[in-house]
T-cell receptor, first 115, second 111 residues
Framework: GAVVSQHPSWVICKSGTSVKIECRSL??????MFWYRQFPKQSLMLMAT?????????EQGVEKDKFLINHASLTLSTLTVTSAHPEDSSFYIC???????????FGDGTRLSIL | AQRVTQPEKLLSVFKGAPVELKCNYS??????LFWYVQYSRQRLQLLLR?????SIKGFTADLNKGETSFHLKKPFAQEEDSAMYYC????WGTGRRALTFGSGTRLQVQP
């Protein structure tokens, strides 16, 4: 089946640093990748959608300069949380889709803790 | 904008009892509905999608456009069904077509 690998699974860092999270589709080409954020005991909230080779489309209220998304190839997307602060601490989940009619497949998520 | 509502945060049943996890949606167009499951410490996995009309692990779900519902059902719950279940909607006709999730229902199947 379609596998999405997300790395790292957990990161702790100091306030002010930047953190990069990688999302890879291992056995399929992901024309579209999605980034979600999940707060404790809440649902997944879509942050942005990226198509390979294009700029990401951000949801309302998501800061483009804070959450940099790059989708440089059909198998890799990265999310960089710039100048992270404690309020950015959350669980970030990536998802990838092979084609418009294909289902979305999810990575394991990255727990980000900013001290 | 589309919305997915799962009214129950927690559903607790005994093994062998029937299960129904409720999902209602609001969307003006023709939606595509999914159920995803997340077992403890695992990633979200696709359980089923309405266009496939299949039964996975004994679960079924029928899209009722009149009631705008996509309830997940299983006649006899098993302990291994204990997990978090998310209903999700994908809107046709929008370029991004990302999934919109409900808040999830935790299913606890007791022995």
């Amino acid at each position: 089946g379609a596998v999405v690998s997300q790395h790292p699974s957990w990161v702790i860092c100091k306030s002010g640093t930047s953190v990069k999270i990688e999302c890879r589709s291992l056995d399929f080409q992901a024309t579209t990748m999605f980034w979600y954020r999940q707060f404790p005991k809440q649902s997944l909230m879509l942050m942005a959608t990226s198509n390979e080779g294009s700029k990401a489309t951000y949801e309302q209220g998501v800061e483009k300069d804070k959450f940099l998304i790059n989708h440089a190839s059909l198998t890799l997307s990265t999310l960089t949380v710039t100048s992270a602060h404690p309020e950015d601490s959350s669980f970030y989940i990536c998802s990838a889709r092979g084609g418009l009619d294909q289902p979305q497949h999810f990575g394991d998520g990255t727990r980000l803790s900013i001290l | 904008a589309q919305r997915v509502t799962q009214p129950e945060k927690l559903l607790s049943v005994f093994k062998g009892a029937p299960v129904e996890l409720k999902c209602n949606y609001s969307y003006s167009g023709s939606p595509e509905l999914f159920w995803y499951v997340q077992y403890s410490r695992q990633r979200l996995q696709l359980l089923l999608r309405h266009i496939s009309r299949e039964s996975i692990k004994g679960f079924t779900a029928d899209l009722n456009k009149g009631e705008t519902s996509f309830h997940l059902k299983k006649p006899f719950a098993q302990e291994e069904d204990s997990a978090m279940y998310y209903c999700a909607l994908r809107a046709w006709g929008t370029g991004r077509r990302a999934l919109t999730f409900g808040s999830g229902t935790r299913l606890q199947v007791q022995p």
